[in-house]
């Protein structure tokens, strides 16, 4: 199963659910944001340098933290000389040797998002309630519907207690699940472990646990690539 993690926004937490996905599904992450990677570096070969042919990309996998990651180089030259078109091949290798893969997909809409979506078996859509926010998401699920690519949920990520979950699911027309801001989030983040590991009872944990049932027990048909013209007209 491969499944991007892809938000329009920068700053919406994409990555964070990402790592924490992948740790809640034993699956290997994957940063293929090949301008700005965001999640912890490993001292070997990275995606930068399979993408320019020079490794594996199982070679490139590192085991030797929390959670199994195939990082992205940080370097201007790295990402001149890495084949973007080399990704689909890339991941289906991880996804053939280890089972499950989470992408963490590039913010914004250019043509680097638009890879990952395209190998994905589903894709998980992060957004905060901000409307700036849901606005850049809708315009993700547009590309997405292009693509075929199936939403399987929408982490609303960073939501107070009083967020509307079900005004959410009718604006995506996706099933929502709603993560709280936490102290233990930003902790684990700045330490580069899953929140599980440093905060096993924070009620972030749960709702991660969550996600990543909802994205576990899919099948081909629990995905949607409904229209957003009415969930769109709704949300404005």
């Not at 590192?62 to 992205?72: K, Q, R, S, T, Y």
Request: charged letters at 25%; aromatic letters at 4%.
């Amino acid at each position: 199963m491969i499944v991007a993690v892809a938000g329009g926004k920068g700053g919406v937490g994409k990555s964070t659910v990402a790592y924490n996905l992948g740790a809640e599904l034993d699956a290997v992450v994957v940063d293929a944001d090949l301008g700005m990677a965001d999640l912890p570096a490993g001292a070997g070969p990275d995606l930068h340098d399979v993408l320019a042919g020079r490794a594996d990309p199982l070679e490139a996998v590192d085991e030797g933290g929390a959670v199994d990651l195939l990082p992205c180089g940080r370097t201007l030259a790295g990402a001149r000389a890495a084949d973007p078109r080399e990704l689909v091949s890339a991941v289906e290798a991880v996804a053939d040797a280890y089972g499950s893969v989470v992408l963490d997909c590039p913010a914004g809409m250019a043509a680097d998002v638009g890879l990952p979506l395209f190998v994905a078996d589903l894709y998980v859509l992060v957004t905060t309630p901000a409307e700036t926010a849901v606005a850049d998401a809708l315009r993700t699920r547009a590309l997405a519907r292009e693509l075929d690519a199936g939403l399987r949920v929408v982490a609303l990520n960073k939501a107070g207690s009083s967020v509307a979950v079900d005004r959410f699911e009718r604006v995506f027309g996706a099933p929502v699940t709603a993560i709280p801001e936490s102290a233990a989030v930003a902790r684990a983040q700045r330490h580069g472990q899953p929140v599980r590991a440093v905060a096993r009872e924070c009620e972030a944990v749960g709702r991660l646990a969550d996600l990543a049932e909802r994205v576990r027990s899919w099948r081909s048909t629990d995905v949607t690539d409904g229209s957003i013209a009415g969930p769109r007209a709704e949300y404005r």
